[in-house]
Nanobody, 123 residues
Framework: QVQLVESGGGSVQAGGSLRLSCAASGKNLPLYCMAWFRQAPGKEREVVATSNSHGPPTYVDSVKGRFTIPRDNTKLNWLYLEMVSQKPEDTAMYYC????????????????WGQGTQVTVSS
């Protein structure tokens, strides 16, 4: 069982920056793939970035070069989403997720979820 709590959302103007944080608790956290998803009003939830301890992070094309997904390498129980050069289309509810067996854009589904944190980017 994994518990996830997000924080750090808010409102920024286009071109601005935000950092989201996800505090994870549970057993065997280094074994999980961790990810950030987002869901905009009227749209399906989409994966934004994934991170695991075995390979490089992956990003959806729309955020490449703007978002990074650092992970605490000491305890692996903190996950972040650093967002720069934000665009109005980044406006969404952002969710932290953990997956026991799948990782990468197009593969991860998410077995555990946080409650979400809102990000609003104004033009």
């Amino acid at each position: 069982q994994v518990q996830l709590v997000e924080s750090g959302g808010g409102s920024v103007q286009a071109g601005g920056s935000l950092r989201l944080s996800c505090a994870a608790s549970g057993k065997n956290l280094p074994l999980y793939c961790m990810a950030w998803f987002r869901q905009a009003p009227g749209k399906e939830r989409e994966v934004v970035a994934t991170s695991n301890s075995h390979g490089p992070p992956t990003y959806v094309d729309s955020v490449k070069g703007r978002f990074t997904i650092p992970r605490d390498n000491t305890k692996l129980n903190w996950l972040y989403l650093e967002m720069v050069s934000q665009k109005p289309e980044d406006t969404a509810m952002y969710y932290c997720a953990a997956d026991e067996s799948r990782c990468g854009i197009g593969y991860i589904r998410g077995d555990y979820w946080g409650q979400g944190t809102q990000v609003t980017v104004s033009s």
